[in-house]
């Protein structure tokens, strides 16, 4: 019972950060409630027994990514972007509708595809540093050095960006 | 134990309010932001479906969600403020051409 409402919170924070990012005006709120989103999906990684990727969440997203976030809405002066009136607002709202229909749709998809897939026949908690780590380092260990060339040319990448007048 | 059709329920939630985001507003930051979300979103579907299948492979997948992430936001970012500094008004409906 106990994980049950410890998830219950955890989503409807997880939802209403969410929700605030989406319709808050100011980009700053945005990306400090992302930062609380990102919180609250690190403690569900850490509830399924994923605690590297709690740890990596909380330092990959909510450290750096974030960071980089902040820094690039402070640069681009805030709160001047989405003033006055939107010439497209109609267009705009069509995402609520457009929003509802996805989720019926995935819904639809996911309560069908559960009845087509058996339940687990044992649900092993296998999902530990070491076994992620035997796994990363053996079968996914090129994927693994790609990682690291696509990092270094997103790297060279944004330094060309950045240049003055590239 | 929380069952495994929660995780994916909120998933698929949080991924439908990333998706409006990206329509819904005209802040390029913005809507890289919904993007991160509807990312997350998926992560979090991925762990759920490793745990039922009871092996790592859905955390190594989320791993390298993470660093292509983390590359994806490095030269978005750095390409807004290219183009920020192009423009100096920074709304998506600007953005119509591929180049000028």
Known sequence: M??????????????????????????????????????????????????????????VYAGAIMVLFVFAIMVLIPGKEETGPDPRRAWRLLAAPLGAALLLELGVILLAGRAAVPAPAAPAPAGNVAALGRLLFTDYLLPFELTSVLLLAAMVGVLLLARRRA | ????????????????????GVV?????????????????????????????????????????????????????????????????????????????
Do not use: K
């Open chain 2, 24 to 100: 819904l507003r005209r802040n390029p930051l913005v809507i890289f932001m919904s993007l991160e979300l509807a990312l997350n979103a998926a992560n979090l579907a991925l762990v759920a479906f490793g745990q039922r299948a009871g092996n790592a492979e859905g955390q190594a997948l989320v791993f390298f969600v993470m660093a292509v992430a983390a590359a994806e936001v490095a030269v978005g970012l750095a390409i807004i403020v290219a183009i920020f500094r192009v423009r100096q008004r920074l709304s998506v409906d600007d953005l119509s051409l591929m180049r000028w």
């Open chain 1, 2 to 59: 106990m994980p049950r409402v410890a998830f219950v919170l955890i989503a409807g924070l997880a939802v209403a950060s969410a929700l605030g990012l989406v319709l808050r005006r100011n980009p700053i709120h945005g990306a400090l409630l992302l930062v609380v989103n990102l919180g609250c999906i690190a403690a569900l990684y850490l509830m399924l027994g994923a605690e590297f990727l709690a740890a990596a969440q909380v330092i």
């Open chain 2, 1 to 20: 134990m929380v069952p495994d059709t929660w995780y994916v329920a909120l998933s698929a939630v949080l991924f439908t309010i990333g998706v409006c």
